[in-house]
């Protein structure tokens, strides 16, 4: 078959890889002139690249993990401690670990013994996800872990991820995180381990695309698809031009290049709106209208995304989650208090990290017009900051950067396969109950994938992990208990 993938993020090189392997002709077509989509990265200079949007993996990210043993670079992965801290009360908290927490003063004592019972509970205990699904996270936890616990830390954690909207988000979200992280033992429950690739994301991409190309296929770069139509029993693309990103999202405005290409299957990994500005009439009414609602019931919030260059560094912490409510953004990553700064031959990386509604007025702003705006806020976090330490600054901004995740958003999911046979949709939407990654971007790739070829979707656990969940119950019947605590899955560092 030939396939069109429209979009070249993660997702969409995922499933083109698995869908060549199976022996088709793919071609992605990616509107920016780079690939990765929201884990493109930038050449930040002295041969250097980094992130547009801070980016870190999880040791319970096994999708990624195996994509990085299959491509044969698992060494390519490095693991990391990371250093957390939360702004609050004019001074920066360390909160990594339940130590951190026993100390963690803006928060009276009782509450703290109180709210780290509860997340042990919610962890050993909750098994069933529904449960969180018609209430939101303020409320589930303003009733068990008391008002202070959500005033002082759930709701600036909610805040750094959905802006104004963390009152409304829904305690799946909250459920599936912790969730996520009580696999965590032993020295790691002390201080986090977190994942970065040696020289960023880029290498995954690339090899990425190299499987690709040696299948065949093409991945076309600054070359977005402009339209998708009904073209006999199958479906007709139409590119656009080169430099159509400057011209925004929109596939609409871009001026078509060429003569539309056939293509048996169509995937896209846009997000909703963008999907539903790429078809023409006849498919919009193909497709109809409860799925074209469930599109547009999915609202997303703006990432903007300020990286700075600085000749020092700005603190001693890589994630300050900010819980002054007075303060204009919402994080602050110091790329280079999680990788050393001696890779970027000295100079240290920061991101200040916002997330806002679409139309929000920080979002007309320019790199210098913002830095202005949170110079004041950054020197919450060091006294001395000035902007006489900026070296260098870029400015990004993700219009669907998060997916705000209310309650009974189940219901609203657009399914992969769409009403039209052939046409399908696989984006960061679809991520639930989990928090959108890169690590669910490759298992919705692979799933897409799976689901064109055989019409089912595969399960949700990669090989590699299942089989280690099995090692590990093996062990556990044949250890005393205090061994298999010290068990860690395959893919992490020595
Ligand atoms: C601020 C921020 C921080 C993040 N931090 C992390 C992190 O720490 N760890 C982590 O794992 N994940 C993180 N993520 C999330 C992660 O990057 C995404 O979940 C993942 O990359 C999504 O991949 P995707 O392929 O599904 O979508 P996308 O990356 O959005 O890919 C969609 C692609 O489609 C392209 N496109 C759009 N329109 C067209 C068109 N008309 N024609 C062709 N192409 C088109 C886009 O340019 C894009 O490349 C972060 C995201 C953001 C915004």
Not at 110 to 139: C, W, Y
Not at 317 to 346: C, K, M, Q, S
Request: net charge positive; charged share 25%; proline share 7%.
């Amino acid at each position: 078959m030939r396939i069109a993938i429209i979009g070249g993020g993660i997702c969409g090189l995922t499933a083109a890889r698995r869908l060549s392997e199976a022996g088709h002709v793919c071609d992605v077509y990616e509107r920016w002139p780079g690939l990765g989509g929201q884990a493109a990265t930038i050449d930040v200079g002295g041969g250097a690249r980094l992130e547009r949007y801070y980016h870190h993996l999880f040791t319970s990210d096994r999708h990624i993990a195996e994509l990085y043993e299959q491509l044969g670079m698992p060494d390519q992965l490095e693991w990391r401690d990371s250093r957390v801290a939360f702004l609050a009360r004019g001074r920066q908290w360390p909160f990594t670990g339940p130590i951190d927490l026993l100390r963690f003063g803006p928060l009276p004592l009782r509450s703290r013994l109180r709210m780290g019972v509860v997340v042990l509970l919610l962890q050993r205990l909750a098994n069933d996800p529904r449960r969180f699904e018609r209430i939101t996270a303020r409320k589930w936890i303003q009733r068990r872990m008391g008002r202070a616990a959500w005033n002082s830390v759930w709701g600036p954690l909610l805040r750094g991820k959905f802006g104004e909207r963390a009152d409304e988000i829904a305690m799946v979200w909250l459920w599936s995180k912790l969730r996520l992280r009580r696999s965590i033992r032993g020295d790691e429950a002390r201080k986090e381990k977190l994942g970065y690739p040696r020289g960023s994301w880029e290498t995954l991409l690339q090899a990425l695309a190299r499987s690709i190309q040696d299948a065949g296929g093409r991945v076309l770069i600054d070359r977005p698809a402009a339209r998708v139509s009904l073209d006999g029993d199958g479906f007709a693309v139409t590119p656009g031009a080169a430099g159509s990103f400057r011209l925004g999202h929109d596939p609409g405005d871009f001026e078509p290049d060429a003569e539309p290409e056939h293509y048996d299957r169509v995937l896209a990994t846009v997000p909703n709106d963008v999907f539903r500005q790429l078809l023409d009439p006849a498919l919009v009414s193909g497709i109809g209208d409860e799925y074209l609602s469930k599109l547009e019931s999915i609202e997303y919030f703006t990432a903007l995304c300020l990286l700075l260059e600085l000749d020092r560094p700005l603190s001693n912490f890589y994630w300050t989650n900010v819980a002054e409510p007075d303060l204009p953004f919402v994080g602050v990553i110091e790329h280079t208090n999680f990788v050393e700064p001696e890779r970027y031959g000295g100079r240290h990386f920061v991101y200040v990290a916002n997330y806002l509604p679409a139309g929000h007025e920080l979002l007309s702003l320019d790199a210098e017009e913002l830095l202005r705006r949170y110079e004041p806020g950054l020197r919450r976090i060091n006294l001395a900051f000035s902007a006489a330490w900026v070296r260098g600054m870029w400015l990004h901004r993700e219009p669907a950067g998060q997916p705000i995740v209310t309650v009974g958003y189940r219901q609203r999911i657009p399914q992969l396969q769409t009403p039209v046979a052939g046409l399908m949709l696989a984006n960061t939407t679809q991520v639930y109950p989990e928090d959108r990654g890169t690590n669910y971007a490759v298992r919705l790739g692979e799933q897409a994938a799976e689901l064109m070829l055989t019409g089912q979707a595969p399960p949700t656990k990669p090989a590699s992990a299942r089989k280690w969940r099995l090692r590990l119950r093996v062990r556990r019947r044949k250890e005393p208990r205090r061994r298999w605590l010290k068990l860690r899955p395959p893919a992490r560092p020595a």
